[in-house]
Nanobody, 123 residues
């Protein structure tokens, strides 16, 4: 199983980034895919998730209305479009896969993880 994130970087406040997570080694369409983030000294936070089987989505309060999650079952890839970025969005962003085909928030319920990609938003 592999999950490989890409698309992180340095942007100014108000800017945008699109994260991608390319996966392999499992049946993507049966999984829930999540995006999490972790800033230094803070706990890992659920940002968004999508249930691939039905497209149901979840967004954390801090990103709702600014971030959009999507997935492409043909490409086994999940995306996170991030707009109106703020300095408090700065973190390492991880994608993860859960066999529970429902909206899942707790990191412990995700079996597979990527290595993370750094997002830095300058003020």
């Amino acid at each position: 199983v592999q999950l490989v994130e890409s698309g992180g970087g340095l942007v100014h406040t108000g800017g945008s980034l699109r994260l991608s997570c390319a996966t392999s080694g499992f049946t993507f369409e049966y999984y829930t895919m999540g995006w999490f983030r972790q800033a230094p000294g803070k706990e890992r936070e659920a940002v968004s998730c999508i249930v691939n089987s039905d497209g149901l989505t979840y967004y954390g309060d801090s990103v709702r209305g600014r971030f959009t999650i999507s997935s492409d079952n043909a490409k086994n890839t999940v995306y996170l479009e991030m707009n109106s970025l703020k300095p408090e969005d700065t973190a390492v962003y991880y994608c993860a896969a859960s066999t529970m085909a429902i909206v899942v928030n707790p990191p412990a319920l995700y079996e597979h993880w990527g290595q993370g990609t750094q997002v830095t938003v300058s003020s």
